[in-house]
């Protein structure tokens, strides 16, 4: 590793240590720092045009605020931050837009999302408070060069965009990123590529050519996953590249960035059959001491792969981040809410009621309201957390899955319902997830469960199908509309690179590479894939001869 490495990470260690004492410290106070939160953000869009809209008081309180504003989604921020975008104002809050950062979330469409300096330095302290507590809790990890995610958008909109947009290191303060670039094993302008493929390229390049990488931060375990894979796939051409320092064919889309050098890597490359096993990754890495992903919901059977492949290191999941805000992290060995961020409260999952930060209970599962300096106000998210136990008196939370439902034909099926059944899946299953489709076997609407399966195995798998129909049938809505015919019942494909297929039609669909999650619910519209459809078709073909 570097002098200039080696200074970055003891600079940014000192500068980031007073941001995690004063989160510990100030965790016995969780009410008095909301409120404070509360009245600065009112004072900063009750000038606005949305403080207009929304009747924004300088003088209100907690109490007022919460009996006046509504609850809000995207929908109602959509118009207001197109205007804003076109004429560059602060129509929402009273800070300058810094940029719009673009997400898919996991099931939907591109939103804008502003990130103002008021948020921004809300996310600051929650990244600064993480990255603190790393440097306490796993010394080792500083002891080389880290790899933070760059989420590339869609090589159509990187028009739209700077191409840097998606660079994890931005959330921090500019004189916090400055030291964390120093520490970094590949270069921001990856982004800058010509398409996702060549950036995609260009950080395998950089990650195999690093033989002092510590630390490696992605938000998705499969999109890890992918990335050796298809290391795998290129790993001639990688071989090529770092024994020659060029780009080769692909240096006209590199935006001018330089290839790295690695005799060392080049050789590993030429000799690895392509087989992911855990000791190619041992050498190719041999100081790796920490991988961070999310690894709860349906996220953890892709976790428990990318674990399996690099051993050698230690595990931290993420926490509850989404591009519209945070909510909690891991905090010495927990997920606190994040409570020196935004504004919070809580819709409890089971009656609808609205509880502030302060008023949830261990146990209690429900779903976080954020405002925001971005100038969101009580923006409800789609996510269900559970409250596991308090540090201090801020709870910390488990992420239980989106909250997000499929209802075809009346059967209200939900993403934590999809999520148990999934859970009781034989061991060794990896559920993709339960697709809701329009058309499923017999022309008619249904569910149909994708698994990853082994090589050489392909087609319907009608054991694991009578499971979820069985599980679903527990649901009264979904078996009665089972009984008037109204759904075909319940199927399983499994297919080799069932998952590769997954993630290839949510790109399709407009999600951005990076944040696609494995989510345990999905709804397809319009035509699947071909190979899906004659799966379907011969369960069809089936059914009919079974009649």
């Given at each position: 590793?570097?002098?200039?490495?080696?200074?970055?990470?003891?600079?940014?260690?000192?500068?980031?240590?007073?941001?995690?004492?004063?989160?510990?410290?100030?965790?016995?106070?969780?009410?008095?720092?909301?409120?404070?939160?509360?009245?600065?953000?009112?004072?900063?869009?009750?000038?606005?045009?949305?403080?207009?809209?929304l009747g924004v008081?300088?003088?209100?309180?907690?109490?007022?605020?919460?009996?006046?504003?509504?609850?809000?989604?995207?929908?109602?921020?959509?118009?207001?931050?197109?205007?804003?975008?076109?004429?560059?104002?602060?129509?929402?809050?009273?800070?300058?837009?810094?940029?719009?950062?673009?997400?898919?979330?996991?099931?939907?469409?591109?939103?804008?999302?502003?990130?103002?300096?008021?948020?921004?330095?809300?996310?600051?302290?929650?990244?600064?408070?993480?990255?603190?507590?790393?440097?306490?809790?796993?010394?080792?990890?500083?002891?080389?060069?880290?790899?933070?995610?760059?989420?590339?958008?869609?090589?159509?909109?990187?028009?739209?965009?700077?191409?840097?947009?998606?660079?994890?290191?931005?959330?921090?303060?500019?004189?916090?990123?400055?030291?964390?670039?120093?520490?970094?094993?590949?270069?921001?302008?990856?982004?800058?590529?010509?398409?996702?493929?060549?950036?995609?390229?260009?950080?395998?390049?950089?990650?195999?050519?690093?033989?002092?990488?510590?630390?490696?931060?992605?938000?998705?375990?499969?999109?890890?996953?992918?990335?050796?894979?298809?290391?795998?796939?290129?790993?001639?051409?990688?071989?090529?590249a770092l024994a020659?320092?060029?780009?080769?064919?692909?240096?006209?889309?590199?935006?001018?960035?330089?290839?790295?050098?690695?005799?060392?890597?080049?050789?590993?490359?030429?000799?690895?059959?392509?087989?992911?096993?855990?000791?190619?990754?041992?050498?190719?890495?041999?100081?790796?001491?920490?991988?961070?992903?999310?690894?709860?919901?349906?996220?953890?059977?892709?976790?428990?792969?990318?674990?399996?492949?690099?051993?050698?290191?230690?595990?931290?999941?993420?926490?509850?981040?989404?591009?519209?805000?945070?909510?909690?992290?891991?905090?010495?060995?927990?997920?606190?809410?994040?409570?020196?961020?935004?504004?919070?409260?809580?819709?409890?999952?089971?009656?609808?009621?609205?509880?502030?930060?302060?008023?949830?209970?261990?146990?209690?599962?429900?779903?976080?309201?954020?405002?925001?300096?971005?100038?969101?106000?009580?923006?409800?998210?789609?996510?269900?957390?559970?409250?596991?136990?308090?540090?201090?008196?801020?709870?910390?939370?488990?992420?239980?899955?989106?909250?997000?439902?499929?209802?075809?034909?009346?059967?209200?099926?939900?993403?934590?319902?999809?999520?148990?059944?999934?859970?009781?899946?034989?061991?060794?299953?990896?559920?993709?997830?339960?697709?809701?489709?329009?058309?499923?076997?017999?022309?008619?609407?249904?569910?149909?469960?994708?698994?990853?399966?082994?090589?050489?195995?392909?087609?319907?798998?009608?054991?694991?199908?009578?499971?979820?129909?069985?599980?679903?049938?527990?649901?009264?809505?979904?078996?009665?509309?089972r009984e008037l015919?109204?759904?075909?019942?319940?199927?399983?494909?499994?297919?080799?690179?069932?998952?590769?297929?997954?993630?290839?039609?949510?790109?399709?669909?407009?999600?951005?590479?990076?944040?696609?999650?494995?989510?345990?619910?999905?709804?397809?519209?319009?035509?699947?894939?071909?190979?899906?459809?004659?799966?379907?078709?011969?369960?069809?073909?089936?059914?009919?001869?079974?009649?």
């Amino acid at each position: 590793m570097g002098a200039g490495s080696t200074l970055g990470h003891q600079l940014l260690r000192t500068l980031v240590a007073p941001g995690r004492r004063d989160f510990e410290r100030r965790s016995a106070a969780l009410e008095a720092v909301q409120r404070g939160l509360l009245e600065r953000w009112i004072r900063a869009v009750a000038p606005t045009a949305q403080g207009r809209r929304l009747g924004v008081q300088p003088h209100w309180r907690w109490e007022d605020f919460a009996r006046e504003v509504p609850v809000q989604r995207y929908g109602d921020y959509a118009q207001p931050i197109e205007r804003q975008r076109s004429d560059a104002g602060q129509a929402l809050i009273a800070s300058p837009v810094m940029r719009y950062q673009p997400t898919s979330g996991s099931t939907s469409a591109v939103k804008w999302i502003p990130y103002t300096k008021l948020f921004l330095g809300e996310l600051d302290r929650a990244i600064t408070a993480w990255v603190g507590d790393l440097y306490r809790q796993f010394p080792q990890h500083t002891g080389g060069t880290h790899y933070w995610s760059l989420s590339w958008i869609p090589t159509e909109m990187r028009g739209q965009t700077a191409g840097d947009i998606n660079d994890d290191m931005k959330l921090l303060s500019f004189g916090k990123r400055l030291l964390a670039y120093l520490t970094q094993a590949a270069p921001q302008e990856i982004a800058l590529a010509g398409t996702s493929d060549d950036s995609m390229f260009a950080t395998l390049a950089w990650l195999m050519a690093d033989e002092n990488l510590s630390f490696i931060s992605v938000w998705s375990p499969t999109f890890a996953l992918g990335a050796l894979e298809q290391a795998s796939r290129w790993r001639v051409e990688l071989a090529e590249a770092l024994a020659r320092g060029s780009w080769g064919a692909r240096t006209p889309r590199m935006a001018g960035l330089r290839c790295p050098r690695s005799a060392r890597a080049a050789s590993l490359l030429r000799q690895w059959d392509g087989r992911l096993q855990p000791a190619f990754f041992a050498e190719l890495w041999p100081r790796l001491a920490l991988l961070s992903s999310w690894d709860t919901a349906a996220a953890a059977p892709w976790a428990a792969q990318l674990k399996a492949l690099l051993p050698q290191a230690a595990f931290q999941g993420k926490g509850l981040w989404a591009t519209e805000g945070v909510v909690s992290f891991p905090f010495a060995g927990r997920y606190p809410l994040a409570y020196t961020s935004h504004v919070y409260e809580f819709e409890d999952a089971g009656d609808g009621r609205i509880l502030a930060p302060w008023q949830i209970r261990q146990g209690q599962e429900v779903i976080p309201l954020l405002t925001t300096g971005s100038g969101f106000a009580r923006y409800r998210m789609s996510d269900v957390v559970r409250v596991d136990g308090f540090l201090g008196s801020v709870p910390c939370l488990t992420f239980l899955g989106r909250n997000d439902g499929v209802d075809l034909v009346g059967e209200k099926i939900s993403a934590t319902t999809a999520q148990g059944l999934l859970d009781t899946l034989p061991a060794g299953t990896l559920p993709v997830t339960l697709l809701a489709l329009d058309r499923s076997s017999g022309g008619r609407p249904g569910y149909v469960l994708l698994v990853e399966g082994a090589a050489g195995s392909q087609g319907l798998r009608p054991d694991l199908g009578a499971h979820i129909e069985a599980g679903l049938l527990q649901h009264f809505h979904y078996r009665l509309a089972r009984e008037l015919d109204q759904l075909a019942p319940a199927a399983c494909i499994a297919l080799p690179a069932m998952r590769d297929l997954y993630l290839e039609q949510c790109r399709e669909r407009g999600m951005i590479e990076g944040n696609i999650k494995i989510e345990p619910l999905r709804h397809w519209g319009g035509e699947v894939p071909a190979v899906l459809r004659r799966a379907l078709d011969a369960s069809s073909a089936q059914a009919a001869r079974a009649a």
